[in-house]
């Protein structure tokens, strides 16, 4: 009777423990990263009677979790796609809508600037007109410092998240590393520490969701976690610690070190995840999207400058710069030990490529490295020129000592109109040439203009009279009188369609058949205020490819810079719904092995509700069988 | 297939569609409420290129228009100004033919003389023509000062050759002004040819016709009336700049001097040593013309020498005139033209705007119908998805036991 009892007990106490897992099921239907845990039963070791083995009930031989580790490791993985995605999306996105926003796309505000140079160039002895060609040159510098700021603004807050995630990470470190203790203690007694797995679980994925990971599963059930290219986070019960850090060559970037004896960068490492987005944003879409506006407004800085230094104003001076030059931005390494500096200056705007450069020194030669391209070239200096801007080394630098150079990084910041006086805008062009009435011929003078301003004013009248023995008896050109470079021969039998001719620092063109004695006069433009050539030359460089070597307008190259990063923005946008469903997809995958299912679990209630009554039953039989026994015995 | 699935992803999945299917109507929402296919340039990024482009070449075009508009009105000014001066130089014209008559009295001559100075008042002021800008439109670049000044009866001119240009198009200008020194200065004078001009004769001959041919040679003559004996007849003598001899022959009036390519009718009676001289390469100001006429005009004395050198001046006058009539014509032909062409670039510009409009918009622009179609199948899907969610969550094994 004992053993019926034994039985019905055994049965009744694992029954028990059984409903009490599906409870905890159920309980955690909600828990993100739980694991279905299983009840295993096991028949107790039977005892051995004269005809065979008598079975001795039930017991619960295991409470196991449903876990996949393969499955496990792929939602770690999407995590981290899904995270890196969703990061770029939305900062890409942030910078996306304001490059193209009538109110605050910078197409616009060049668009209205060139707009108003029109209106001077239609009006040019006009102040009110100048006015507004000042104001709205103001308004492309808002532009210009705007649309930077919103960059930079998006710099800090990279800074900040990288800030935040290496904070979590190492917080998470920890805490994996606390766990992998406790799980290889809980693992020496033989049982599967379920729930502490889960947590584990639970916080691997975390830890995924900021950096791209990989675990090594260990024996005593504890698992190493690497980070990036195989930097170890967390080994066993010990976790490394990172830390940020100011960018030596740029403040304005934080970057990732592991903190040790000496600190090691590795921000270049660190890929996937949150952490690896921001990271990856920051080199590639905001340096490049900075420079690239910067080449914009060094553009427009320096040839509106070039055209006004050409002409004149209303004051009858040449024209003085338009708006501010600007400098490129140097930076020199913390740990330089030399006295060496550098300066550099744009030359010809043409040539710029929105590139960074490096300039390190060796002790005997300097290397000056295009920090985009790898080009590099060596020289014993002090002196470089590379892709328009001139660089010179002064002081003494020494042995690996290094410099870096962003020509146009800050230049959208910087952008800024340094007249005030509308008078100072030089519509004008500093010469005027006249026919003399006299003429016989109809030889003309015409495309009249300045190359260099260094020879203005000029120190008198210029003339040019037609001889038809200009150079020696019966060879024809014009006699010059007033500047250098003349006779210019011309023979109206083979140059009437028209020559260039280039005196000093104008050039003119000279057409038709002149008369002997015929004069043209090239004079200062005194009082010239109503001529509009300059400001038509300004108004050119609208459409003319003033940009990357000749081959970009102003806006040309702004188009890049919305198309680059709206490229950028609809690929992450796309990747982000692709990681997205493929995370859903994984997550599906593991949960449909690891998940709960209600109806499941109330099914096993059923089963073992209608199981513990059936055990139940065992006993009362017993009992009743016991009972029947007493009764017959005692009378 | 997979053969069981968690009750959390069931529910999971079941939101996450009905987010979906939110998040599609919120965006069609949004397309159909601003009526742009591109929100922002990541959905669409040649599209986004594309649109910045046409807008630029929108604002551009307008820009165009408005110089265009700009150039018409000044333009106009110009022909305006042009069209006065004509017909102030055909009034000049007028009383010079009318002046040119060998019966009127010297005292008829200086009222016609007072008319053609008043005339050349008002020719001066249409030379300091000014803008709505108070800019002289006559004065080459040196706009902001007058540029025709008289004094003690001479006009002189303070400007310079310049032109303005203004855009029109792009890589397209058209002169909007032209300077003073073409219209006024430099007219070719006399015939075109050459000018003759006669004082000082003792006889009364009188230049009645002056006219060149293509072979005409350029340069000073003389033609010298010679008659040694007064029973002589009447010879002429036609020497060139350098004193050579090119055409003599006897003198019968009315009928043609011919040298060089060049053909004078003398009427008249010339005295021995009369000469006229012929200036090969003249150009004239119509001022010092008009002024030169009035001038003749007032100086005239009743005698017949006197008489027949104002004759002489006024027919050189009127040959003066019509150069300068066909001058300013010439101008105002050509601003004509000018005119013309940016009224067309004007239409062109209107037409590529229009262009561009329906190319923004094709780029740009949703397609309603299709956009509406779309909200409603997407609205159906967000209401099956929402009617899936909470029927499969109302089914529970628990709500048996």
């Known amino acids: ?635 | 297939m997979v053969d069981r699935i968690s009750t959390l992803q069931i529910y999971q999945s079941g939101v996450n569609s009905i987010l979906q299917r939110q998040a599609e109507v919120a965006r069609t929402q949004q397309e159909l409420a601003s009526g742009q296919r591109i929100q922002s340039p990541s959905d669409d990024p040649a599209g986004a290129i594309r649109i910045l482009d046409i807008e630029e070449d929108l604002r551009q075009i307008d820009q165009y228009q408005r110089n265009a508009s700009l150039a018409e009105g000044q333009l106009a000014l110009e022909d305006n100004t042009l069209g006065n001066i004509t017909n102030v130089l055909q009034r000049v014209r007028e009383l010079t033919v009318q002046a040119n008559n060998a019966t009127l009295t010297a005292e008829q001559r200086g009222n016609i003389a007072v008319e053609i100075e008043a005339r050349l008042d008002e020719i001066l002021a249409l030379a300091n023509t000014r803008d709505s800008n108070e800019e002289f439109i006559f004065a080459g670049f040196q706009a902001g000062s007058q540029p025709f000044t008289e004094s003690g009866g001479v006009v002189s001119y303070a400007g310079d050759d310049g032109q303005r240009f203004l855009d029109i198009a792009e890589g397209s200008q058209v002169a909007v002004r032209d300077a003073g020194s073409r219209i006024f200065l430099g007219v070719p004078g006399g015939n075109g040819s050459f000018d003759f001009s006669v004082s000082g004769n003792a006889g009364t001959a009188v230049v009645d016709e002056a006219s060149a041919t293509n072979s005409y040679v350029r340069d000073d003559y003389t033609i010298t009336f010679i008659q040694a004996l007064p029973t002589d007849p009447v010879t002429y003598e036609v020497t060139d700049s350098s004193a050579a001899v090119v055409a003599t022959g006897n003198y019968t009036a009315g009928e043609p001097i011919e040298f060089n390519g060049a053909q004078v009718v003398v009427e008249g009676e010339p005295v021995d040593g009369d000469t006229i001289e012929i200036d090969g390469a003249p150009s004239q100001s119509i001022f010092d013309t008009v002024s030169g006429i009035a001038a003749a005009l007032n100086g005239a004395t009743d005698d017949p020498a006197g008489v027949a050198e104002v004759n002489n001046l006024l027919a050189s006058g009127i040959y003066n005139l019509d150069e300068a009539i066909g001058n300013v014509l010439e101008v105002r032909t050509d601003v004509g033209a000018r005119m013309n062409r940016v009224s067309a670039q004007q239409s062109i510009n209107e037409d590529f705007n229009l262009q561009l409009q329906t190319a923004l918009s094709d780029v740009q622009d949703i397609d309603y119908a299709d956009a509406i179609s779309r909200l409603n199948l997407q609205l159906v899907a967000l209401q099956a998805a929402q009617q899936t969610f909470v029927t499969t969550q109302r089914l529970s094994l628990f709500d048996y036991i």
């Open chain 1, 1 to 635: 009777m004992a053993d019926v009892l034994n039985i019905g007990t055994s049965a009744l106490l694992s029954l028990q423990r059984a409903i009490s897992v599906t409870g905890h099921n159920i309980a955690n239907v909600n828990t993100e990263g739980y694991s279905r845990q299983q009840v295993n039963f096991a028949a107790v070791e039977p005892t051995f009677i004269s005809v065979g083995f008598l079975g001795n009930g039930v017991e619960i031989a295991s409470i196991t979790r449903s876990y996949n580790e393969f499955l496990a490791g792929d939602v770690r993985d999407r995590t981290s796609s899904a995270a890196a995605a969703d990061t770029l999306a939305d900062l890409t996105g942030r910078i996306d809508g304001i490059l193209t926003n009538p109110n605050t796309g910078l197409a616009p505000a060049l668009d209205q600037f060139f707009s108003a140079v029109q209106d001077v160039a239609n009006n040019p002895g006009s102040l009110p007109e100048r006015q507004v060609m000042i104001a709205q040159g103001e308004v492309l510098a808002d532009r210009f410092s705007y649309l930077d700021s919103q960059f930079r603004t998006l710099q800090t807050e990279s800074n900040v998240r990288i800030d935040g995630a290496v904070r979590e990470i190492n917080a998470l470190a920890t805490s994996i590393a606390d766990i992998n203790d406790q799980i290889a203690q809980a693992t020496q007694g033989g049982a599967s520490p379920n729930d502490l797995l889960d947590s584990r679980e639970q916080l691997l994925t975390r830890l995924s969701e900021l950096v791209g990971t990989n675990t090594v599963q260990q024996q005593d059930g504890s698992v190493n976690v690497f980070i990036g290219n195989g930097q170890s986070l967390v080994i066993g019960g010990v976790a490394t610690q990172l830390t940020t850090f100011q960018d030596p060559n740029d403040p304005t970037i934080t970057n990732v070190g592991v903190s040790g004896p000496a600190e090691v960068d590795v921000s270049a490492l660190l890929s996937g995840g949150e952490l690896g987005a921001v990271l990856s944003f920051r080199n590639e879409v905001i340096d490049a999207a900075r420079s690239q506006l910067g080449l914009v407004a060094v553009g427009v800085a320096e040839t509106f400058n070039q055209q006004q230094a050409l002409g004149m104003d209303l004051n009858g001076d040449p024209g003085v710069d338009l708006f501010s030059s600007l400098s490129p931005a140097i930076g020199a390494l913390a740990t330089n030990t030399g006295t060496g500096s550098l300066s550099a200056t744009i030359d010809d705007a043409s040539s710029l490529t929105g590139d960074d450069y490096v300039l390190s020194f060796d002790g005997t030669d300097y290397t000056l490295r295009n920090a985009n391209t790898g080009a590099t070239q060596v020289g014993a200096g002090p002196s470089f020129s590379v892709d328009g801007v001139t660089i010179t080394v002064s002081g003494t630098p020494a042995a690996g000592d290094t410099f870096t150079i962003a020509p146009v990084r800050e230049a959208a910041n910087l952008f800024e109109v340094s007249i005030s006086d509308p008078r100072q805008i030089a519509a004008a062009s500093p010469l005027r040439s006249n026919t003399s009435l006299d003429n016989a011929g109809n030889g003309t003078l015409t495309e009249l203009s300045v190359d260099d301003a260094a020879g203005l004013p000029l120190a008198g009248t210029v003339t040019l009279t037609f001889n038809p023995d200009a150079l020696g008896v019966g060879v024809p050109g014009y006699d010059v009188a007033g500047i250098a470079g003349g006779p210019i021969a011309y023979d109206s039998a083979t140059d009437a369609a028209g020559i260039d001719v280039t005196l000093g620092g104008f050039s003119l063109r000279l057409e038709g058949t002149p008369a002997a004695g015929d004069t043209f006069t090239i004079e200062n433009n005194v009082d010239g205020t109503g001529d509009n050539r300059n400001a038509l030359a300004m108004v050119g460089l609208q459409s003319e490819r003033v940009l990357l070597g000749g081959t970009a307008s102003f806006q040309d190259t702004y188009g890049s810079l919305v198309a680059g990063v709206a490229v950028r923005g609809g690929q992450a946008a796309a990747a982000a719904q692709t990681e997205a469903d493929l995370l859903n997809q994984s997550i599906a995958a593991r949960d449909s092995a690891n998940g709960v299912n209600l109806d499941e679990e109330a099914a096993n209630l059923l089963r073992y509700q209608q199981a513990y009554q059936a055990a139940a039953q065992v006993i009362r039989v017993a009992d009743e069988v016991f009972q029947v026994l007493l009764n017959a015995t005692s009378r």
